[in-house]
């Protein structure tokens, strides 16, 4: 049995939800066979939520770590391959903090390569029928801070820890009169399971093309 | 009972289906109360698609139709508030024709405007939590030219029948690897009935903003 | 020798200019040979914009009327295919006015379409390598209540005229911090020239095809 | 007077020209005061892009190094801000090659951030009335690779070279008919030009925000 953990963030920016809880809360109702899942739910604050997902690291003592987070705007269910080692916020935090051009760990390496077979896990939701593609960015706020800070916990601390970041996109219901793209909750959780059971299942990645010219 | 006709169309451009018709079928298997639900499947072809529309009509004697078409790349579902009279295919048609700059009808007038309370119809899918708005324009394709011609059999020969058009989105499964944006089935399908209740039950429309700067 | 009008708007929704009309003096800076060029700049207003377009229909005696107005978003010069008799404003226009659902003309047709060679145009425009397309929609905003009322003019007491719009993207400077398209207003200028030489050179259009699909 | 050294992209993925090296051989013909600028036009090529930038840079000796290229489809010219050890190719390059996930340079960092001001160049170029922003990815082909090998370059070999990449959108000439945004080449250039005297003049980056929140 692998031992998985799925995080998910609070709403920001105004949202009433966040559909990266909603649809690991859903994953986490009905968990894939041969999976153990533990979920936590994070502040959307810069610092806050390392804290948030150190504490839930060492609770459950994961094999793989799968961080979630709200795209808003993007069509499908982007597994990113990145992540970098700074903070520039375009809007404040939850808490209402706005760093600018400040490292997510001081002395840090400018980035972090996702441990997930990336391109196997894309694959997978696209089997499934769902929309997915590999993400060159994920961005420069909370999301990414805490992908940085999970590569980063791994990488010093947790040797044998494997993790990644996925986004999914808005949620129909927060996107009734925007004309924005969404997917809705079951589907972004579908998606969560079959990745959570790919990265479980796979070390090494498949070999596919998941590139973009700029 | 309100006798409500919803069309669909078959599969075009090389897909393997059409999200219209699966939303219709699906809307007709768990029909709203108070309506009685009448369904076709069109041929995605000039000419033929109006035969097959003209044979439903008066075989289901509608008090309302409701035609559907897929609008691959919009993000949401869109009630249609003009037909033109214009056929002008950037591909070929099922049957492979290609006009370009043809009357729909030869001396017919320039445009109808849907005769559906097209605001109402929007307000009614937010209000059940799934995105919707106004188009200002069907194109210049099949959908557009059934949609004109739909209006214009009720305006010059079933005075009573009201009718319009509606788009939705590709399903999840048409895009799994072309980041576009979709809408599941049983989705698209929710938001017709709720269109088929709402225009079944009013025939003036609210006053609620739809339109576009340019 | 053929006497084309060009009007351009005043600025609106609080942009410092507005590319039409600085599109249109420039235009008018340099009239193409063969052309007599007056021009005229529209308050952003419901029914004011018309009065002053008939004023100046009435002083200039044009063959040819080509309006202008802003497209922000839009990436190319787009050649308006049809005018449609809503007035449906989403944001207030310069006069405070904001109606929903109203006639430009009570009582007028649905739609008028263009009377240029609206391919012709286009191909012209493109043949100069300037990016250009065909637009199914003029909105339903102040630029199509021009255009409606240029060919229900047209239509009801200017027989011989001949008419239509052309929507211009914003200029660079707009959109400095913003990641929209734009286009310098000397190539909007350019565009227009071209335009206009091709309106006053041709009353039939080619055939090619400038659909959509939805 | 510091020297700069601007680099370009031959044309790549069928276009005919490529505004990178227009735009660099516009700069160079009207280079700014203060400045010795020198230029160089790289072929599309995995490895061979990097064998002729360190010629360039041998050749040259530049303070600063700017490495441009085409982002089709982006409105506005974006300064990256950084570059990332990963080659995978959407498409092949000028050579036939599609390397997926390889590393540009094997064993070194995940990534570099550039070297340049970037906050205070895209606030430059928005001064001079251009659109600009911030990038958080150059993509995984030819322009990511020719940046990660500049910045290895420097790290590794140049300690006082400071540099980075710059996309540029297409010219209009590229997408006449393809409804995508363009900048046509002078004004390209002369964000260019604002750029290499931003890069020049100042070492240390304006505090300003310019992140995503993915």
Known sequence: MTRVLLTGFEPFDGEA???????VRAAAAHPPEGLVLSTARLPCAFGASLDALREAVERTAPDVVLCVGQAGGRPDVT???????????????????RPVDEPVVPGGP??????????ACVAAVRDAGLPASVSQTAGTFVCNHVFYGLMHLAATERPGLRGGFVHVPYAPGQVTDRALPSLPVPAAAEALC??????????????AEGGATH
């Open 79 to 97: 597994v990113e391959r990145i992540a970098v080692n700074i903070d520039d916020a375009r809007i404040p935090d939850n808490a209402g903090a």
């Open 110 to 119: 400018a980035a972090y390569f996702s441990t997930l077979p990336v391109k």
């Open 17 to 23: 939800l966040n559909p990266s809880w909603e649809a």
């Open 194 to 207: 079959v990745i959570a059971v790919t990265a479980a299942g796979r070390t090494t990645d498949i070999r």
